[in-house]
């Protein structure tokens, strides 16, 4: 192959500046050319070493008064004898152009470079909110299943050395049962269940005559760390992670028996990773 894609290519595919039949275009050529693959990813690892770069190192706040001085008081200097004055557009000092110019270079890198964080940031979070909104959904859908339809759990016990041990190896996780339960609150039993295809444990309670489910399932790498309460068709729904797992619970009880059930939940787990400690 001898056409490459040019370096204004490169640089806007980098940048994400090119439209969607470019980018088309420009994959399709990568897949077929390792040099022009090579070169992206030149492109691709300066540009982060340079973001990286401009998050360390500010410009000095003086530097650019201090050129500002410099050039004026060489604009300022008498002429030689005999030799015509330059116009005012000629008494630009290389040396002082060129620092003004790597200055203001400087300031619109660190610009840009934040300006894109601060978008990649944005779609992460976009991102995130998106796959927790999925998950209620999910959850929601489920509970409201279990419900309907009346059925026993796979293992009944209000024993949780009888619950947890159930799940083993049927989930690639382990998780904690609460020893203490808030008031009027018992363990019905529990489910294996698939949320977004990966196995998850249901744990069924009674807070009074409120059915509760609490889903546990391995934490991914865009899970929220605590992401709000919210509310579906009069239950609702909380979804808090540890270290290692990620909790929903749902009912349709009131919010604060329901958080102190999750926060039962939380402690266990932490307690159960300070004893293995």
């Not at 116009?87 to 110019?101: E, I, K, T, Y």
């Not at 998950?135 to 949780?160: C, G, I, K, Y």
Request: proline share 6%; glycine share 4%; net charge neutral.
């Amino acid at each position: 192959m001898t056409d490459h894609l040019s370096p204004a290519i490169l640089n806007a595919l980098v940048d994400g500046e090119l439209t969607a039949d470019q980018l088309a275009s420009a994959n399709q050529h990568l897949a077929e050319c390792p040099a022009c693959t090579s070169s992206a990813l030149q492109q691709s690892l300066l540009k982060s070493a340079t973001a990286k770069a401009g998050q360390r190192y500010q410009t000095p706040p003086h530097l650019h008064d201090r050129l500002a001085r410099l050039a004026s008081q060489e604009r300022s200097r008498p002429q030689a004898a005999g030799l015509r004055p330059a116009p005012h557009s000629q008494l630009r000092p290389a040396w002082g152009f060129g620092s003004l110019g790597w200055a203001a270079a400087a300031v619109l890198l660190v610009a840009s470079v934040s300006m894109m964080l601060f978008q990649r940031a944005t779609q992460r979070s976009e991102t995130a909110s998106a796959e927790n909104a999925a998950l209620v959904t999910e959850v929601f859908d489920q509970h409201v299943a279990t419900l309907a339809a009346n059925m026993a759990p796979q293992v009944v016990s209000t024993d949780r050395h009888t619950v947890k041990p159930w799940f083993q190896g049927k989930i690639p996780f382990s998780f904690n049962l609460p020893q203490s339960l808030p008031s009027d609150t018992t363990l019905d039993g529990a489910n294996l269940t698939y949320l977004h295809n990966q196995p998850v444990a249901q744990l069924l309670y009674s807070i009074g005559k409120h059915r509760v489910s609490i889903f546990l399932r391995q934490r991914s790498g865009t899970a929220q760390a605590n992401a709000p309460a919210t509310e579906r068709s009069g239950f609702h729904v909380i979804d808090l992670s540890t270290n290692d797992l990620e909790m929903v619970a749902v009912s349709d009880v009131d919010p604060a028996r329901l958080a102190e059930l999750v926060n039962a939940f939380t402690h266990a787990q932490i307690g159960d990773l300070q004893q293995s400690q």
